[in-house]
Structure formats: C-alpha cells, structure tokens
C-alpha cells in the first residue's frame, strides 16, 4: 500500500497535471462544505478480510478555483496484514496548488487519538521513475501513523487540487468502483458550483443507482458485489461501474484548444540554430520523403527521451527551441521539434494524440477528454501519402504509411478542430515472432549436428530486443550468448552469432550456429524417431462465460502472427523411402489459422513449416459455440519424423511445398508461413 489513495476501492482518474510550483507544503483545515460525508456503519462481528471499510467518501468538485479531489476514509483494522493501511501517503501536484489535510485519527475503545498532535508529514519530491526517464514534478506527504494496533478504526481525511494549469477551467476525468472491493460502505459523488456542472455519461450499473439533484451526482454502496467483465471479451467490454465527467463539448473542442499549443511550440526564433540544421537536410536529400525520414532521424538520435512533468508541462509542449538547446525531452517536445523541422522543409504535418497503453478500445462512446490520451506523435502528408513519425522511438523505426503502434483511435490536432479519427486496424501483416532451425544431421544418427538458429522478432518486443542487443558490441553479445546456451543441453558449442535489426521488415534477427546433440530416440534396431523443434500446438481453451456474465458479446484474441521452421538434413546412408512424417493440419478455430505443412524431398532433407494467425481478432458467440464442439478434433500432435529400414513410407495428404530454412530469405516479406490463399488476400472466410 504504498498511497493511502491508491488503496481504496474507489480510485479517481483524471487530467491532473504534474508540475511543480510553489506549493510545496500541506495545509490543515476543516472539510470543505461541499464535501458530504456518509454516515459510518457498524463492523459486522464476522467480517472477513483484512479490513472492513466503515465509511469511505470520494469526491470530486469543480467550482471557479478549478477541481478538488476530497477523501475521507475510516476504516477497522482486522488482521495485521492492514497495518500498513498506517503509511499515509498523499500526492499532489504542486502548480495546482497544496492539499489539506482534515484529520488522521485512531478511535479504540471510544476514545479518539488525534494522529496530527503526536506525528508530522515528510515532504518528499517523488522522482521514483528516473530508470524510466520520467521528471514528473509530483510531491508526496508521507506520514507512518504510529501505535496503530488490529482492532482500532483508522479515519484519514484530505483533499487535493487535481486541476491542469494548462487547462485550468476545463477539467474532465472519472470516477470508478473496483472489481473486487473490500466489505463495507462506499460513497462516491462529482459535485459542482453554479456555472461548472459538466457533462457526465455513466455506465448502466452506476445509472441504476445515481442520486442526482442540481449541483451532485451521488452513488452509495454497502457491500457492493464482485464484479467481473465478460470473460475473452474485447477490452471495451471491461468498461464498467464508471462515471465519467467532461467540460469538453466534444473531441474537436479537445483538438482546437490543444493545436495552438502545440503550434506555438513549434514556432521557431528568427535565429534559431533549428532552421539551419533544416537546410543541412534539405542540401543533402532530394526527396521530401527523405527530407521528413531524415528529420526523424535526427529527432531520434540527437534529443533524448525525458518526459518532463515540470512547469506546466503535462500537457504544455516545451518550445522546438528548448528542445533543441537542452537536447532532451518528451513525446510533446520532440513531436514540436520534428514539426519544426518539417515546416521549414516545406512539409505538411500536424501533431494527433494517440494510447500507448493499448485502452482506446470503445474511445469513441467516452466523453471527450485529453485523459484519454498518453502520447503524441507526428502525421505528415509527402507527395500525396500519410507517414506517421514518432520521435521517440529508436532511429530504426522510419516514417511509416501506418503507426508502429497498433491504435484503434487518434485525435488529430487542427486549429479548426478535428474529429476522432478511426484508424484501420490491418491484420499483422509479418510475423511477430519466428523461430527457424537448420539441423545437419548427415554424420549420423549417433553424432552432433550442426545448427543454425534463427529468432525474429517484431513489434514493440523485436523494438524492445534491439534496444537490449545494440549496447552490446559484437564480441559481447556472442561471448553473451555461450554463457547462455552451451552447457544447456542444446548446444555444445557456439561457433557463430549474428545480430541485425532489418528496417525494412522492422525485423531483430538473431542467428546463432553450432554444434550440438540431437534429440534422437531410439527405437530399437535401426529404427530412429525425432520430434521437430516448433512443430506443435496446444488446443486452444473452450470459450465460455459463467452464469451471470453477458452470454452474447463477442469474443477476443489479442492480434498475433507466428511462424516457425525447422529442416532436417538426414544422416547419410539412409534412403529417403524409409523416411516418413506425420500429420499436417489446416484449421481456424476461434478467428485463429492453424497451420501446418511438411515435406520429404530427394536431396535427403525433411522440412516443416509451422503457423498461427488471428485471422479474426473478434468473433461471434455462436461462432465460438460451434468451435467449442470442434476443439476435441484438433490436432494437437508433436511435428515428428521417422526412420525405419524396414518399411517404405509414400507420401500422403494435402501437401505443399516446403523451402528449406536455407533456401529462401525466411526472414523477409514473403515467408511461406501459412497457406497460400491467406498469404495472398490476408485472410480466410468462415
């Protein structure tokens, strides 16, 4: 429980900004009159937990000062578990101004112990995300309530100005009620002084049970339920016991307030050094493609990533200029930096607001608001196409027809306003992720084989390798990687490692060659068998609700593509009849393809290709029924080769041809991983 406020079963959410200014003590005082507190309930003899929430109020209210958060929380200590309830920790953002603190008060055995007579607060600046190159400016006032003991009623009380100095008089957020909460009452409310009522939009099970009046909206819980969304449902579906709260009349209100910010940012001095770095890329690259490409890249490479939360900059770009000179910053400087650059090349762009968080699904039924959104990138118009930019991403990641990230929903920034803009979601068009395996068995069946190893990787996880791959020099990574391998029953020696990042594929490829044992099993006489390395599947899990979940929705599974390959080069002195495989397979079940193919050809050499694709990310509930009673005929068989002398084996079933892990580039645009009618059109019916 490292935050009192983070502790509760009510959590709020919303557009505070981060950033210091000079209000950097707590205050103490009476509640605020607005804040309504509920009455206190009794703690039933055989309450269970570690707590039982006596009374908890959480409260938002938005009058001419901006937004205020109040808590107020009295709790009963159960087990020893919940003592740590006793490290109050209160986080503020000190440009909006200091919180104030009600009471910290112990009462046993109806006496009442003033907490604040006998402790004090310790100012802290919580810079704890350094590692991450976070400076969000944030204080905290922490307090360890001392002689707490089990069986005593701990009541904190506090509230805390929550509003964005940017955005002062436009406030917008959200009020929620955990999944799984702990016994006892709950108050949640948003309330307002005349002129500031917002718009407001709940889920149906918050409407149910809304008290409403002119200034308030009110929600009481005793013991409220265990919620759980809709099992494999899409992310939108877990979007329950909320009430969100906007002064945005709508996401083009959001656009045309944020663009002048963002302009204004990108503005350059006269005499900016910006401007002639500009004319550098403009003599040195003809296209303007190149021109923006090469912008990016100086993006990438010459400002570091820090994300700073300081002086208004939450949600306030720091200029092109700053950027520039101090050689760091975050997505907002570096989109205003990059916008810059462009603007002198004579290229189109404008900054649009996207999740990284991977949560923008169902964005376009919540009400406006620029919560909703954690990252900015660039969008620029070449010679008649859309690229997208991002300048915090390492320079192997170009200016691209289609974002990096795979975002449902962006908000473009225009003077004019925008609307929320739905991008296309394309099925992953590569592999996300491949394994391919060359094993050189011709010595014989009772000899080492040579191996070649080939991984890739895409996405943020091939991103996320390359970032880890390229600190290491070459003669690191390879000495690395035999600590790794060697000794581990796969390898008995590493002879070679390879590492590229492909930008064309987006691709981190790592090979590794060597000598190792294979995994031969014996038989008796002359008879050998071998399970190929990536050639299974496990059967995918029935897709089924528990009574009381919506029974209809669709369900989901998450976008993937893998691919994986193996061939063998049989041990010499064997002939190719006495060699067989088994199954091959070619099935969707739930919106996934599952795929495949081998092959036995004369140049004495086995080939398997395995693949999965999520065709489907989103399916039907009739269609998942009728793939539940076909889950039992799955093959779910090991990819296995056999060899016996006595016994000639002809080849049989539905077969394709099969490259060899060393014929053909596996690793580019057209790996045969799937079957042919899906590789060409990108996906199936049915």
Not at 140 to 157: I, K, N, S
């Amino acid at each position: 429980m490292k935050s009192w406020k983070f502790t509760l079963a009510a959590v709020l959410m919303s557009s505070a900004s981060q950033v210091i200014a000079q209000n950097d003590e707590i205050t103490f005082g009476p509640a605020p009159q607005w804040a309504v507190q509920s009455e206190a309930v009794d703690t039933p003899d055989n309450a269970s937990g570690i707590l039982h929430i006596r009374r908890q109020d959480t409260i938002v209210h938005l009058n001419d000062d901006g937004q205020f958060f109040y808590q107020e929380q009295m709790v009963r200590i159960l087990r020893p578990q919940a003592l740590q309830a006793g490290n109050v920790a209160i986080a503020w953002n000190p440009a909006a101004g200091a919180p104030v603190v009600h009471t910290i008060a112990i009462h046993r055995d109806g006496e009442t112990i003033n907490v604040l007579d006998k402790a004090e607060f310790e100012i802290l600046r919580r810079e704890d995300q350094l590692e991450v190159a976070m400076l969000d400016g944030l204080l905290t006032a922490v307090m360890r309530v001392p002689d707490l003991r089990v069986g005593d009623d701990l009541e904190v009380g506090f509230t805390v100005p929550s509003h964005d100095p940017t955005l002062r008089e436009r406030n917008s957020g959200l009020l929620f009620l955990s999944p799984s909460p702990p016994s006892g009452r709950i108050q949640l409310a948003l309330t307002w002084a005349d002129g500031h009522e917002p718009g407001t939009r709940m889920t149906a099970d918050f409407e149910e049970i809304a008290e409403r009046s002119d200034k308030s909206i009110r929600l009481l819980f005793d013991d409220p339920d265990t919620i759980s969304p809709p099992a494999d449902a899409p992310p939108r579906y877990s979007w329950m016991r909320v009430l969100e709260y906007s002064d945005f009349k709508s996401w083009s209100d959001i656009s045309q307030i944020f663009a002048p910010l963002f302009e204004k940012a990108s503005t350059l001095d006269t005499n900016s050094p910006v401007r002639g770095e500009a004319k550098r890329i403009a003599g040195r690259n003809e296209s303007k493609l190149a021109q923006a490409q090469a912008a990016l890249e100086l993006v990438q490479q010459q400002v570091r990533y820090i994300y700073v939360g300081l002086n208004g900059g939450n949600l306030t770009p720091a200029s092109a200029d700053e950027t520039w000179d101090r050689r760091y910053g975050d997505c907002k400087g570096k989109t205003v930096l990059l916008m810059a650059l462009l603007h002198e090349l004579g290229i189109e762009s404008e900054a649009v607001l996207v999740n990284n968080a991977g949560s923008d699904d169902g964005l376009d039924s919540r009400l406006p608001s620029p919560g909703m959104f954690d990252h900015v990138v660039v969008r620029a118009k070449i010679d008649g196409d859309t690229y997208w930019l991002d300048g915090t991403l390492p320079d192997v990641v170009e200016a691209r027809t289609s974002p990096f990230m795979p975002y449902r929903w962006a908000l473009p920034l225009s003077p004019e306003g925008a609307e929320l803009t739905r991008l296309s979601a394309p099925l992953i068009g590569l592999p996300r992720e491949m394994g391919l395996m060359e094993i050189d068995a011709r010595a014989g069946f009772d000899q080492p084989a040579r191996m070649v190893q080939t991984t890739v990787r895409r996405g943020l996880e091939g991103l996320v390798e390359y970032m880890q791959f390229s600190l290491l020099s070459a003669e690191q990574l390879t000495a690395s990687l035999r600590d790794a391998y060697v000794g581990g029953g796969h390898w008995d020696e590493i002879d070679d490692v390879e590492y590229r990042y492909d930008r064309k594929t987006q691709a981190s490829i790592l090979k590794v060659t060597g000598v190792g044992p294979v995994d031969w099993d014996h038989n008796g006489g002359e008879r050998y068998d071998m399970t190929l390395p990536g050639g299974g599947f496990s059967p995918p899990s029935r897709r089924q609700r528990p009574d009381g979940q919506s029974q209809d929705v669709p369900y989901y599974l998450e976008p993937s593509y893998g691919c994986h390959a193996t061939t063998v080069r049989l041990p010499e002195g064997t002939e190719m009849e006495n060699w067989a495989f088994n199954g091959t397979f070619d099935t969707m079940l739930f919106g996934r393809l599952y795929y495949r193919m081998m092959e036995k050809r004369d140049d004495k050499t086995i080939r398997m290709v395995r693949g999965s694709k999520v065709l489907d990310p989103e399916i039907s509930a009739e269609r998942a029924k009728k793939d539940n009673g076909r889950i039992s005929a799955f093959d779910n068989s090991m990819a296995r080769i056999e060899y016996d002398p006595d016994q000639t084996f002809e080849p049989w079933g539905n077969l394709r041809p099969v490259p060899a892990t060393y014929e053909i580039d596996w690793t580019g645009e057209n790996a045969p991983c799937l079957p042919p009618d899906v590789l060409k059109i990108g996906r199936r019916g049915g």
